[in-house]
């Protein structure tokens, strides 16, 4: 009894911390969450203008190619930068209530989710607009965003950690972040890549959940064994490995602070 008690306790604390993340991210903002709709909408138009012409023969509807991956890769972006200071930025809430500190992380990666589900509507609008074939693919896309969630919260653990002890690894994260994207095949083929960097890029855990989403929501086909094997072993693999980098430096990050 206790036990659940606590455990409504805790969502009800990740349920606060979530919204008070999702006011302070659009507290200046006259739009608020309707940037949520809004920001990938433009970043498709702008891309699209760009690189359409480029793509036309090798990449079919494009829009929706570049908006599928880009979706993905804002929301891992979104939840692994914010965790990553999340302790840190609520220092003096972690000194007066006894909360694990898990539960800061988690409400940083809901956060980035829920902004997910909202440009999700945005995504919808354009799957009518482009006339794309409803499929029951489709029905596997949260197979993949609950892939791609674990792997969030698993980096989430470890950049935590990292920033703690490191005040430079937001800096040096920027700088992979940079070179992650590149090699996710966002806005470009991947089959016109040839010798390591393709087998770096295929090799890609986002860029299989990227791929993945594409097959099941554009195309109506399912993703490869190997795809699904990526997914999860990099998903449970990461997810794990944040829990256990967490858990043996919980200690020591209270000292640090």
Same mark, same amino acid.
């Given at each position: 009894m206790a036990e659940s008690r606590g455990r409504k306790q805790y969502l009800f604390v990740i349920g606060q911390l979530t919204e008070r993340e999702l006011k302070r991210k659009y507290a200046r903002?006259? $739009?608020?969450?309707? !940037?949520?709709? #809004?920001?990938?909408? /433009?970043?498709?138009?702008? *891309?699209? =203008?760009?690189?359409?012409? +480029?793509?036309?023969?090798?990449?079919?509807?494009?829009?929706?190619?570049?908006?599928?991956?880009?979706?993905?890769?804002?929301?891992?972006?979104?939840a692994t930068n914010g965790a990553m200071t999340a302790l840190v930025d609520?220092?003096?809430?972690?000194?007066?209530?006894?909360?694990?500190?898990?539960?800061?992380?988690?409400?940083?990666?809901?956060?980035?989710?829920?902004?997910?589900?909202?440009?999700?509507?945005?995504?919808?609008?354009?799957?009518?607009?482009?006339? $794309?074939?409803?499929? !029951?693919?489709? #029905?596997?896309?949260? /197979?993949?965003?609950?892939? *791609?969630? =674990?792997?969030?919260?698993? +980096?989430?653990?470890?950049?935590?950690?990292?920033?703690?002890?490191?005040g430079d690894m937001k800096h040096l994260y920027s700088v992979m972040l940079t070179l992650w994207m590149y090699c996710s095949a966002i806005f470009y083929p991947v089959e016109q890549l040839e010798g390591v960097i393709r087998i770096v890029v295929l090799n890609n855990p986002l860029f299989a959940m990227i791929d993945g989403a594409r097959k099941v929501m554009m195309y109506g086909t399912l993703p490869s064994l190997l795809q699904w094997a990526q997914i999860l072993i990099w998903s449970a693999g990461?997810?794990?490995?944040g829990v256990f980098v967490f858990r043996k430096n919980r200690n020591l990050l209270m000292q640090k602070i």
């Open positions: 903002s006259y $739009l608020g969450i309707f !940037w949520s709709v #809004l920001n990938p909408l /433009l970043s498709m138009a702008v *891309l699209s =203008l760009i690189f359409s012409r +480029m793509f036309r023969r090798s990449i079919e509807n494009y829009p929706i190619y570049y908006l599928t991956g880009f979706l993905i890769w804002q929301t891992f972006t979104g609520n220092k003096a809430l972690l000194m007066k209530v006894k909360v694990p500190m898990e539960i800061f992380l988690l409400s940083r990666v809901y956060t980035s989710f829920i902004n997910l589900g909202y440009s999700f509507l945005a995504y919808l609008i354009m799957l009518f607009v482009f006339r $794309l074939r409803l499929s !029951w693919t489709m #029905l596997l896309t949260p /197979l993949i965003l609950g892939g *791609l969630f =674990l792997f969030s919260l698993g +980096m989430a653990q470890i950049l935590a950690v990292a920033y703690v002890f490191f990461l997810y794990f490995a």
